[in-house]
């Protein structure tokens, strides 16, 4: 695996490796020792997700409340997203900004996101596939978000007519936001 820094504080871009033949292709997409060892973090997934979602669809931006925040590690299995994080962060030197990277079955690039961030993503494929390891579990309580048009933002999602679920149309800007 090689492992680098993300553009935001506490984010990393993770690249398995892919050993690829005539048969098709084996990928170890975690190694937690292999993880400790590049980027100094010891993180206890307990949780494998699974989301399925069409062209056009975008999801969050999602987080859970401390105590209950969740560190996440992004891949997509199948078809191709715009990934797209934001810091929340009280104490950090990033906080407020986001970054959107492309992630797809093809490329491999998985997003690996500490505590106190927001995700999303919009979905390029006519079809996409994503698994997300989380470290805590989901609480309700906690559950809490952006609004994906939050003009402070400014995030181009990079889909026209984006598919929305009530609940994301009804999450709060960021300036109405206690996280």
Do not use: C
């Amino acid at each position: 695996m090689n492992s680098k820094p993300g553009p935001l504080d506490g984010s990393w871009l993770l690249t398995p490796k892919v050993h690829a033949d005539s048969r098709g292709q084996f990928i170890e997409s975690f190694q937690k020792d292999v993880f400790a060892n590049q980027t100094g973090l010891t993180i206890d997934f307990i949780q494998d997700n699974e989301v399925v979602s069409e062209h056009g669809v975008v999801r969050g931006l999602h987080l859970q409340k401390a105590p209950h925040a969740q560190a996440k590690l992004v891949r997509v299995v199948k078809g191709q997203i715009y990934d797209v994080a934001v810091d929340l962060r009280a104490e950090s030197s990033t906080y407020g900004e986001w970054f959107g990277i492309l992630l797809s079955a093809d490329n491999q690039i998985q997003l690996f996101l500490p505590k106190g961030f927001a995700h999303g993503y919009s979905v390029f494929s006519e079809r996409a596939v994503v698994q997300y390891k989380v470290d805590a579990p989901y609480n309700p309580q906690a559950e809490s978000g952006i609004r994906f048009d939050d003009p402070d933002l400014g995030i181009d999602w990079q889909v026209d007519n984006p598919k929305l679920s009530d609940k994301d149309q009804k999450l709060p800007f960021l300036k109405q936001l206690n996280p």
